[in-house]
């Protein structure tokens, strides 16, 4: 099996929030993705895309439709999105409305319920299985949360007992 390219593109979410000691509360500084992805000792290549960092309960329609033009024209077929985990579902159904005919690439949405700089996070687990999974998929758009993999169209958060479900 031949190396493909991997876009990652970055919205921010729980993924990337640091803990500010000042303020006392998560805020966004750099992405943790070129460290991760370092000390995982990634080997395929990889074209990381910074679009924004924002908590995706504040993220704009605007911004939302940008993910999904942004993976659209994504000229690697691989597309990996770190996404916040409360509308996370929300984008990746955008997405899939705006995808053009016989469109071959593979959209895989992840996040973390914990911040990657924070201990027990999920982040380097969920990240590590959407890297794994967008090679093995067929053309579509998926969410990988918790080990599992979904449909966009047949997903949803369960807030209350913080995971991921079929619906």
């Known amino acids: 099996m031949e190396d493909r390219t991997i876009r990652i593109i970055t919205t921010g979410g729980t993924f990337d929030k640091h803990y500010d000691a000042v303020k006392g509360e ?11 992805l370092n000390q995982s000792r990634v080997t395929l290549p990889i074209h990381l895309d910074a679009l924004f960092a924002v908590d995706s309960l504040v993220m704009t329609e605007e911004q939302r439709a940008s993910v ?16 916040g985990t409360d509308t996370m579902v929300k984008t990746a ?3 899939e409305s705006k995808l053009p005919e016989h469109d071959n690439h593979v959209y895989l949405f992840t ?3 914990i911040p990657y ?18 090679q093995l998929l067929s053309p579509g758009v998926y969410i990988t949360m918790g080990g599992r993999i979904y449909s966009a169209d047949n ?5 209350e007992k913080g995971i991921f479900e079929v619906i």
Do not use: Y
């Not at 998560?26 to 991760?36: D, G, N, V």
């Not at 999904?68 to 996404?83: M, P, Q």
């Open 26 to 36: 998560l805020t966004f500084r750099e992405s943790h993705l070129p460290r991760i």
């Open 68 to 83: 999904a033009d942004n993976a659209i024209a994504s000229v690697e077929e691989l597309v990996v999105i770190i996404h």
């Open 93 to 95: 159904q955008l997405l």
């Open 111 to 113: 996040g973390a319920m």
């Open 117 to 134: 700089a924070l201990e027990e996070s999920d982040a380097v687990f969920n990240l590590g299985c959407a890297i794994a999974s967008v």
């Open 155 to 159: 997903v949803r958060k369960n807030k």
